[in-house]
């Protein structure tokens, strides 16, 4: 419980840094890639030099799946905003190769958090240049300016309801705005969370209802342009906290990809 409280006060100061400083069109889709595709970056993330933690959060995140759904491909610039720890950018790392390249943007806020547990994770992760085409970004948010850019790619995984549900809609808009300031013309955001049911009280679920990100994406600029149901677990009736034994690792979870338009 103490470590939920700090990363909610963390984020709170992290947005109120940032706030300083779409057309709605969806589809349900699988992930549309081809399955060779799929299949090859599963054999690359299967690597033996991977974390076997890693590893077994596989079987609920199919990241690879989900990066083919968003459109990642081999020699990108993607940064991965608010990394923590670094799941995702080390399989951003795998899955652009070494003619691609990743930067772990995290605010100094999220590196000191619950006793610097993310600052020791991604360090671990680098340590040796284990991840040679990564390099990290220590940043506040509210100092992103377009020159951290421009990238191809940018991912904002299971911490985007944490912005929402504490700073509101002007705090999910300008996360959004500093994506858009990232991000190439046609470039892509995605966006991974924990569904969360509409109405309802989602932020002590650490939860989200996705038509946030909908009615904030056309003012930061962004265009929702598909959603898939690919990472869909039916078990889960979005009543319980991300964080109960009963769901933990295994939440009904929404993957939505947005896009800049092109100038």
């Given at each position: 419980?103490?470590?939920?409280?700090?990363?909610?006060?963390?984020?709170?100061?992290?947005?109120?840094?940032?706030?300083?400083?779409?057309?709605?069109?969806?589809?349900?889709?699988?992930?549309?890639?081809?399955?060779?595709?799929?299949?090859?970056?599963?054999?690359?993330?299967?690597?033996?030099?991977?974390?076997?933690?890693?590893?077994?959060?596989?079987?609920?995140?199919?990241?690879?799946?989900?990066l083919s759904f968003l459109g990642l491909e081999s020699g990108m610039r993607v940064v991965d905003i608010i990394a923590a720890g670094g799941y995702y950018t080390e399989v951003l790392s795998i899955a652009v190769g070494p003619?691609?390249?990743?930067?772990?943007?995290?605010?100094?806020?999220?590196?000191?958090?619950?006793?610097?547990?993310?600052?020791?994770?991604?360090?671990?992760?680098?340590?040796?240049?284990?991840?040679?085409?990564?390099?990290?970004?220590?940043?506040?948010?509210?100092?992103?300016?377009?020159?951290?850019?421009?990238?191809?790619?940018?991912?904002?995984?299971?911490?985007?309801?944490?912005?929402?549900?504490?700073?509101?809609?002007?705090?999910?808009?300008?996360?959004?705005?500093?994506?858009?300031?990232?991000?190439?013309?046609?470039?892509?955001?995605?966006?991974?969370?924990?569904?969360?049911?509409?109405?309802?009280?989602?932020?002590?679920?650490?939860?989200?209802?996705?038509?946030?990100?909908?009615?904030?994406?056309?003012?930061?600029?962004?265009?929702?342009?598909?959603?898939?149901?690919?990472?869909?677990?039916?078990?889960?009736?979005?009543?319980?906290?991300?964080?109960?034994?009963?769901?933990?690792?295994?939440?009904?979870?929404?993957?939505?990809?947005?896009?800049?338009?092109?100038?």
């Amino acid at each position: 419980m103490r470590r939920k409280i700090k990363w909610q006060r963390t984020v709170v100061i992290i947005i109120a840094l940032a706030m300083c400083a779409c057309s709605k069109q969806s589809a349900d889709e699988t992930s549309g890639a081809p399955a060779a595709t799929v299949s090859n970056l599963e054999k690359q993330l299967a690597s033996a030099t991977r974390p076997d933690a890693d590893k077994i959060r596989d079987a609920t995140r199919k990241p690879a799946e989900a990066l083919s759904f968003l459109g990642l491909e081999s020699g990108m610039r993607v940064v991965d905003i608010i990394a923590a720890g670094g799941y995702y950018t080390e399989v951003l790392s795998i899955a652009v190769g070494p003619s691609g390249s990743v930067v772990a943007l995290n605010p100094p806020g999220v590196m000191s958090m619950n006793d610097g547990l993310y600052e020791k994770q991604l360090t671990s992760r680098l340590a040796a240049g284990r991840l040679p085409n990564v390099t990290r970004l220590d940043k506040d948010l509210a100092e992103i300016r377009t020159a951290d850019g421009p990238f191809d790619f940018a991912l904002i995984a299971l911490n985007f309801h944490d912005i929402s549900n504490n700073a509101g809609v002007r705090g999910a808009e300008n996360v959004l705005r500093i994506a858009y300031t990232l991000l190439r013309p046609g470039g892509v955001l995605g966006i991974i969370d924990h569904n969360g049911n509409p109405g309802a009280q989602n932020a002590p679920l650490h939860r989200l209802d996705k038509t946030v990100i909908y009615d904030s994406a056309a003012a930061a600029g962004l265009v929702v342009e598909a959603e898939s149901d690919l990472l869909g677990q039916p078990d889960d009736d979005h009543t319980l906290s991300v964080f109960d034994p009963r769901v933990l690792g295994k939440t009904d979870r929404f993957l939505l990809r947005l896009r800049k338009p092109q100038e």
